[in-house]
């Protein structure tokens, strides 16, 4: 079955340092690729996506590149905010399949500090 | 554009009672709802696929006679939990794809947080 492998967290930064959250999924076929982030009491949020092998979702200053090769999706961001402090999901939907029905990651608690 | 909305936000019961969620999405037709729960801590668990005018779909292990689901129009979708008890206490999650921005979007609600008592 499809599966999302997160890295773990929580995840503590110095404002303005550079964010690396890995992200390994096993799916069949070529899934379309999802980051989701969760403020504290809040729903999830897309992030950012890729539909396809290379391309590169960016939003916000984060960015994620779509590697068939290593199956992963890292999400990057070359200088966090204390407002990126939040939970962020990595998740895949098979092709051809509502988004609705991803497989998500357990999530990356990410704390940034002034 | 694309916003849903959860109604209450929150919500505190006592055990044996029955609590309904509603899921709007505001200002587009959802074809699809989803609902979710999520423990502390924890990922998102897909509870159910809700069809406008057609009944449930349920995942392996969720009780569908415990959660119910009704779907009665393009815009709105509830999640009644029946006899609640402490175990159900979580975060409930609604999300809705909208007929015109294709199967690869979906739409997050703000969430509920419901505790049984």
């Known amino acids: 079955g499809n599966s999302v492998t997160q890295m773990e967290g929580p995840v503590t930064l110095s404002e303005e340092a550079f964010l690396t959250i890995n992200c390994t999924y096993t799916a069949t076929g070529y899934p379309s690729l999802f980051w989701y982030v969760q403020y504290p009491g809040e729903g999830l949020q897309l992030l950012l996506k890729a539909t396809k092998a290379d391309d590169k979702g960016s939003n916000k200053g984060f960015e994620a590149t779509y590697r068939k090769e290593t199956t992963s999706f890292h999400l990057e961001k070359g200088s966090v905010q204390v407002s990126d402090s939040a939970v962020y999901f990595c998740?895949?939907?098979?092709?051809?399949?509502?988004?609705?029905?991803?497989?998500f990651g357990d999530g990356t608690t990410l704390t940034v500090k002034p | 554009g694309a916003v849903v909305s959860q109604h209450p936000s929150w919500v505190i019961c006592k055990s044996g009672t029955s609590v309904k969620i509603e899921c709007r999405s505001l200002d587009f037709q959802a074809t699809t709802m989803f609902w979710y729960r999520q423990f502390p801590k924890q990922s998102l668990m897909l509870m159910a696929t809700s069809n406008e005018g057609s009944k449930a779909t349920y995942e392996q292990g969720v009780e569908k006679d415990k959660f119910l689901i009704n779907h009665a129009s393009l815009t709105l979708s509830t999640l009644t939990v029946t006899s609640a008890h402490p175990e159900d206490s979580s975060f409930y999650i609604c999300?809705?794809?909208?007929?015109?921005?294709?199967?690869?979007?979906?739409?997050f609600g703000p969430g509920t947080r419901l505790t049984v008592l």
């Open positions: 998740a895949l939907s098979p092709l051809n399949t509502n988004a609705g029905k991803s497989t």
């Open positions: 999300s809705a794809t909208a007929t015109n921005r294709g199967i690869n979007e979906q739409f």
